[in-house]
């Protein structure tokens, strides 16, 4: 995975690469959520094989690419006909072919300026959440990680009625993965960074796109705010933290 999507933590994949390519191991890298928005160059990185789907870069759903360097042999997947050299039987989806190579062309055509205005905005969602709201923790890296990525996890709160709440106020955004939607476990990712299993049960991705705005920004952190503040005035748990920190500070 080229950059993780749900921390939004990019990996080091040049120096996977590197390593593949000196053991004489090929590389495959899932790069979905990493193109068009970070610089990839196969060459430099040693990758060999590469994925993208359209619709991470509002091209059609259904279509995707798999780049494979020249000499790799790879077995048909797609068993039948000559198509595709060989590798993947049945008529193209002409349509969404040429649907995906204009996103590509117009994602690619202002990437760093496009790339540059989400950061802004990531940076500054990320700056308020954590001075103006307590007990929040920021998951990934602080700055390697996709410009339109934004993953914390409330402690005291559940994640559930804080999607429910936020979707109220016309936000969308998730707790997890799309791929795991249907899961009341918490993140297998963000337990694996070490997080307590509540307080990955309090998690928020904000994914920000080319048309989101500062305003918008703001309108969220504002929301946050208050969905938080509410939550947490019906949670035992805060509730005892609170008691245990009043006694400690009497103490």
């Known amino acids: 995975m080229f950059a993780n999507n ?56 259904g279509i995707g690419f798999l780049y494979i360097r020249k000499g790799v042999k790879i077995r048909s997947f797609v068993h039948g006909g000559a198509q595709e050299r060989r590798r993947r039987a049945g008529t193209e989806n002409v349509a969404g072919i040429i649907g995906l190579a204009r996103a590509a062309e ?79 476990d918490p993140s297998h990712v963000l337990l694996a960074i070490g997080l307590a299993h509540e307080t990955a049960h309090g998690s928020l991705r904000i994914t920000l796109g080319m048309h989101n705005t500062l305003e918008q920004a703001d309108y969220l952190v504002d929301s946050l705010k208050e969905i938080v503040r509410h939550l947490r005035d019906m949670s035992p748990l805060y509730a005892d933290m609170v008691k245990a920190d009043m006694v400690k500070k009497v103490s």
């Open 6 to 61: 749900e921390i939004g933590t990019i990996e080091p994949v040049a120096q996977i690469g590197q390593i593949a390519r000196k053991h004489g191991v090929l590389f495959h890298t899932d790069a979905v959520q990493a193109y068009t928005q970070v610089p990839i160059d196969v060459e430099e990185m040693n990758i060999d094989m590469l994925s993208v789907s359209g619709h991470k870069i509002y091209g059609p759903k």
């Open 106 to 184: 117009l994602a690619l055509s202002d990437r760093e300026e496009r790339t540059a205005r989400e950061k802004e905005i990531r940076d500054h969602i990320i700056e308020r959440i954590e001075r103006e709201i307590p007990f929040a923790i920021l998951n990934g890296d602080r700055t390697n990680r996709l410009p339109g990525n934004v993953n914390f996890s409330f402690q005291y709160i559940e994640g559930e009625s804080l999607l429910i709440l936020l979707d109220g106020k016309g936000i969308c955004a998730s707790s997890g993965s799309a791929c795991t939607s249907g899961s009341l």
